[in-house]
T-cell receptor
């Protein structure tokens, strides 16, 4: 059983460039979440997918950010025209669907550094 | 916006000591999860508590959910260096879709 996989693990780019991250959830999980974590803080929710539908987006997700999950399996998070403040760890999590408590399992994240 | 406050923020102890980490909020959560995170890695789920007053034990770790489902605690008995890490509590509202609201974390260092 493989866990949540994120690629790349690290990304260094210049301000103004576009970056794209990929998340492969646990195979039977139909819910997928993106969070952002800055140094010394807990993760903050960005967006959520149920299968291929993006059902909720945080106000943290500015119009430079877009997330997709086209076939309800892997997801991508793109940041356009990156800014210094985008430097953070971007975490993906997945969970089973259905009612009741469904624990979220996290990947090891993509660390983004903006020069 | 729901907020979760954790205390203490930092804890440095010797191997064998006991410790308690607190997670408090003014909001009610349907469930609360505890995670441990090591540098450069994602949070790893330790436990989920759902019922007010619930106590769960995981070897030397004891988790409690407050009666009103607004607070939680994590107690570690006889801490070991392998317990070192960042401990995060995360509250969820509702069932089904669950956006997690994370606390700011407690960084624990256990020295041999």
């Amino acid at each position: 059983d493989t866990g949540v996989s994120q690629n790349p693990r690290h990304k260094i780019t210049k301000r103004g460039q576009n970056v794209t991250f990929r998340c492969d959830p646990i195979s039977e999980h139909n819910r997928l979440y993106w969070y952002r974590q800055t140094l010394g803080q807990g993760p903050e929710f960005l967006t959520y997918f149920q299968n291929e539908a993006q059902l909720e987006k945080s106000r943290l997700l500015s119009d430079r950010f877009s997330a997709e999950r086209p076939k309800g399996s892997f997801s991508t998070l793109e940041i356009q025209r990156t800014e210094q403040g985008d430097s953070a760890m971007y975490l993906c999590a997945s969970s089973l669907g259905g009612q009741g408590v469904q624990p979220q399992h996290f990947g090891d994240g993509t660390r983004l550094s903006i020069l | 916006t729901q907020l979760l406050e954790q205390s203490p923020q930092f804890l440095s102890i010797q191997e064998g000591e006991n410790l308690t980490v607190y997670c408090n909020s003014s909001s009610v959560f349907s469930s609360l999860q505890w995670y441990r995170q090591e540098p450069g890695e994602g949070p790893v789920l330790l436990v989920t508590v759902v019922t007010g007053g619930e106590v769960k034990k995981l070897k030397r770790l004891t988790f409690q959910f407050g009666d009103a489902r607004k607070d939680s605690s994590l107690h570690i008995t006889a801490a070991q260096p392998g317990d070192t890490g960042l401990y995060l509590c995360a509250g969820a509202e509702g069932t089904g879709f669950q956006k997690l609201v994370f606390g700011t974390g407690t960084r624990l260092l256990v020295s041999p």
